[in-house]
């Protein structure tokens, strides 16, 4: 089964400052990798998709990479700010067109 | 992207009672629909997978009949939650995928459950 491991689980980091998460899966039969933000108490945002075929996406200060072979996936974002505080999810869609989740990394931005 | 909405977005009630969520995709067909829970300050934990029309199938360790789910149509699931304890007290989220939307999921906002 399908496993899905984000590191770190928490991460504070000063206003401004570029920041990377990581994101590691077991098996690379993977359809797509996606990238959410969840506020507390709310629902996904989705950031960013990545097909299996693709190997990066990027969305304003968002960039995402994909290494299929090694399994892992990273979340760029630079000069990050205050309102980037919030838990980000990793998750990857295998077959049977079920997305399997992450753990998550809480991000604070110190302003 | 594709809208997806929740109904009620929050929800209490007394423990024995049941409990309906909705979740409907507002501009697509979603053939397939997923529902999740998800603890607090945990992950997102498939519980069940629907398709329109047919049962549902449902993830190791998830009650059938407590947590009942109906795919009527292509714009309508719903999840009731039957007897419901404490321990269910949950986020619980649907999304849904269509066959025009691509490879993607798209998600509701989720309901809060809790249960007195």
């Known amino acids: 089964k399908q496993e899905v491991t984000q590191i770190p689980a928490a991460l504070s980091v000063p206003e401004g400052e570029n920041l990377v998460l990581n994101c590691s899966f077991t098996?690379?039969?993977?359809?797509?990798l996606q990238w959410f933000r969840q506020d507390p108490g709310k629902g996904l945002t989705s950031l960013l998709l990545i097909q299996s075929s693709q190997r990066e996406q990027t969305s304003g200060r968002l960039n995402a990479s994909l290494d299929k072979s090694s399994g892992r996936s990273t979340l760029y974002i630079a000069a990050s700010q205050p309102g980037d505080s919030a838990t980000y999810l990793c998750a990857v869609k295998g077959g049977a067109n079920n997305l399997f989740f992450g753990t998550g990394t809480r991000l604070t931005v110190i302003p | 992207g594709a809208v997806v909405s929740q109904h009620p977005s929050w929800v209490i009630c007394k423990s024995g009672t049941s409990v309906k969520i909705e979740c409907r995709s507002l501009d697509f067909q979603a053939t397939t629909m997923f529902w999740y829970r998800q603890f607090p300050k945990q992950s997102l934990m498939l519980m069940a997978t629907?398709?329109?029309?047919?049962?549902?199938?449902?993830e190791q360790g998830v009650e059938k009949d407590k947590f009942l789910i109906n795919h009527a149509s292509l714009t309508l699931s719903t999840l009731t939650v039957t007897s419901a304890h404490p321990e269910d007290s949950s986020f619980y989220i649907c999304?849904?995928?269509?066959?025009?939307?691509?490879?993607?999921?798209?998600f509701g906002p989720g309901t809060r459950l809790t249960v007195l």
């Open positions: 098996d690379s039969a993977i359809y797509n």
């Open positions: 629907s398709n329109e029309g047919s049962k549902a199938t449902y």
């Open positions: 999304s849904a995928f269509g066959l025009a939307g691509g490879n993607e999921q798209f």
